[in-house]
């Protein structure tokens, strides 16, 4: 599967409105066969991981961002679902705590960023603070203003030491958000992920999109590339996101070390 086309280009302008939410029923042969599809990039994912595990000397950084509703757990449970958990590190960024707060902003974050030989999965991130940080103006402008450029040097620095950082933003249509907001609110299984807040920043959906718009368009680089995910549909969803981290890791190539004596001459008794 061509998964090129869902990248954002490095130094461009990039307008969520240009990208599709979805693609067609057809897609990837149909649901059905996507499905099938899933399963076999995901185990292929799981043996990648072990063998990155093994070698030790690259990281891979996922960075999940969206709107509410986008996916950012669903994608993370249905794509890593045949990678060993030891193997991953999950963070979720939630709202600063005061200690967090007392520092500069890639503080709390720098501090999860995977280790050689692991995964990091980031569920929200740093982007945060050049989105809901700049749509509710906690911050003047010329403070997230400045953002984009530490960012794109932080990312730099993350991928000089050995890590592959690659960033989705799970895109998905307000009418999508809609029902999944309403599907939280009849589903009694699902009422404690609805947060009536969540309605407040659907308001400010354009907002946000402008948000997205310069956040992505700015810090989409060759070394930390921006794919722009449609999220409508899970089950497209989650292969895009499975087939673009799939190519990265095959790209890494981890390989498993050398071992420094002869198996066939060791017994044990
Ligand atoms: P959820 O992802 O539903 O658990 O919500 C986490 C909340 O934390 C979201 O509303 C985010 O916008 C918010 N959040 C995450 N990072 C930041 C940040 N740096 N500043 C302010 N709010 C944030
Ligand atoms: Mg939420």
């Given at each position: 599967m061509?998964?090129?086309?869902?990248?954002v280009?490095?130094?461009?302008?990039?307008?969520p409105?240009?990208?599709?939410?979805?693609?067609?029923n057809?897609f990837a042969?149909?649901?059905?066969?996507?499905?099938?599809?899933?399963?076999?990039?995901?185990a292929?994912?799981?043996?990648?991981?072990?063998?990155?595990?093994?070698?030790?000397?690259q990281a891979?950084?996922m960075?999940?961002?969206?709107?509410?509703?986008a996916?950012?757990?669903?994608?993370?449970?249905?794509?890593?679902?045949?990678?060993?958990?030891?193997?991953?590190?999950?963070?979720?960024?939630?709202?600063?705590?005061?200690?967090e707060?007392?520092?500069?902003?890639?503080w709390?974050?720098?501090?999860?960023?995977?280790?050689?030989?692991?995964?990091g999965?980031?569920?929200?991130s740093?982007?945060?603070?050049?989105?809901?940080?700049?749509v509710h103006?906690?911050v003047p402008?010329?403070?997230?203003?400045?953002r984009y450029?530490h960012?794109?040097a932080?990312?730099k620095?993350?991928?000089?030491?050995?890590?592959?950082?690659?960033k989705?933003?799970?895109?998905?249509?307000?009418e999508?958000?809609?029902?999944r907001l309403?599907?939280?609110?009849?589903n009694?299984?699902?009422?404690?992920?609805?947060?009536?807040?969540?309605?407040?920043?659907?308001?400010?959906?354009?907002?946000?999109?402008?948000?997205?718009a310069?956040?992505?368009?700015r810090?989409s680089?060759?070394?930390a590339?921006?794919?722009?995910?449609p999220?409508?549909?899970?089950?497209?969803?989650?292969?895009?996101?499975?087939?673009?981290?799939?190519?990265?890791?095959?790209?890494?190539?981890?390989q498993?070390?050398?071992?420094?004596?002869d198996p066939?001459?060791?017994?044990?008794?």
């Amino acid at each position: 599967m061509d998964v090129s086309k869902y990248r954002v280009e490095p130094g461009g302008n990039f307008d969520p409105a240009q990208r599709p939410t979805r693609e067609g029923n057809d897609f990837a042969g149909g649901k059905k066969a996507a499905r099938k599809e899933l399963a076999r990039l995901s185990a292929r994912l799981g043996e990648l991981q072990a063998r990155l595990y093994a070698e030790g000397k690259q990281a891979l950084l996922m960075v999940l961002q969206g709107m509410d509703t986008a996916g950012k757990d669903g994608t993370i449970r249905h794509v890593f679902r045949a990678v060993n958990p030891q193997g991953v590190k999950v963070t979720s960024f939630k709202k600063p705590s005061e200690l967090e707060l007392a520092h500069d902003y890639l503080w709390r974050v720098h501090r999860h960023t995977p280790a050689r030989g692991e995964i990091g999965i980031f569920n929200r991130s740093h982007y945060e603070d050049v989105l809901v940080v700049r749509v509710h103006q906690l911050v003047p402008p010329e403070v997230w203003g400045r953002r984009y450029d530490h960012i794109n040097a932080f990312e730099k620095l993350l991928s000089d030491e050995g890590a592959r950082v690659v960033k989705f933003f799970l895109h998905i249509s307000k009418e999508t958000q809609k029902k999944r907001l309403e599907a939280r609110l009849q589903n009694p299984r699902k009422n404690w992920k609805f947060n009536p807040a969540d309605l407040a920043e659907r308001k400010r959906w354009d907002d946000y999109m402008a948000a997205y718009a310069e956040a992505l368009g700015r810090t989409s680089s060759d070394h930390a590339p921006w794919y722009a995910v449609p999220a409508d549909r899970k089950w497209q969803r989650n292969l895009i996101v499975a087939q673009i981290l799939l190519n990265e890791l095959e790209a890494m190539d981890p390989q498993y070390p050398e071992v420094d004596f002869d198996p066939a001459q060791i017994h044990i008794d």
